[in-house]
């Protein structure tokens, strides 16, 4: 899921397609979601550090489950930071839905 741009988004769901189907040839296994998040972040990074070419206007959610077969949860935002969450959302409506995660 994601909130911000639609063309970002496409732009950014691309090149992630491109370095999973990489990974997958170069290590003959399934990137994790980890892995993942960390590559959306690192390239939303670049991209507000780059002169000439503006940040990207969106912040995503990546679920899916890890090597232990758990469920995991990551949120990227613009900046090029990442986190692990339990439970988040994003978005116009991000604190209504937050307060009724918390409770």
């Given at each position: 899921?994601?909130?911000?741009l639609?063309?970002?988004?496409r732009?950014?769901?691309?090149?992630?397609r491109?370095?999973?189907?990489?990974?997958?040839?170069?290590?003959?296994?399934?990137?994790?979601?980890?892995?993942?998040?960390?590559?959306?972040?690192?390239?939303?990074?670049?991209?507000?550090?780059?002169?000439?070419?503006?940040?990207?206007?969106?912040?995503?959610?990546?679920?899916?489950?890890?090597?232990?077969?758990?469920?995991?949860?990551?949120?990227?935002?613009?900046?090029?930071?990442?986190?692990?969450?339990?439970?988040?959302?994003?978005?116009?409506?991000?604190?209504?839905?937050?307060?009724?995660?918390?409770?």
């Amino acid at each position: 899921a994601f909130a911000g741009l639609n063309a970002d988004a496409r732009v950014l769901v691309n090149r992630t397609r491109v370095e999973c189907q990489s990974f997958r040839l170069n290590v003959e296994d399934d990137p994790t979601v980890d892995y993942v998040a960390r590559y959306i972040a690192q390239v939303q990074q670049k991209y507000t550090h780059r002169g000439g070419a503006r940040p990207f206007g969106i912040s995503t959610l990546l679920v899916g489950f890890d090597q232990q077969d758990k469920a995991a949860l990551y949120q990227t935002d613009p900046t090029g930071t990442y986190f692990a969450w339990k439970a988040a959302s994003i978005g116009r409506d991000a604190k209504t839905g937050q307060d009724f995660l918390e409770k």
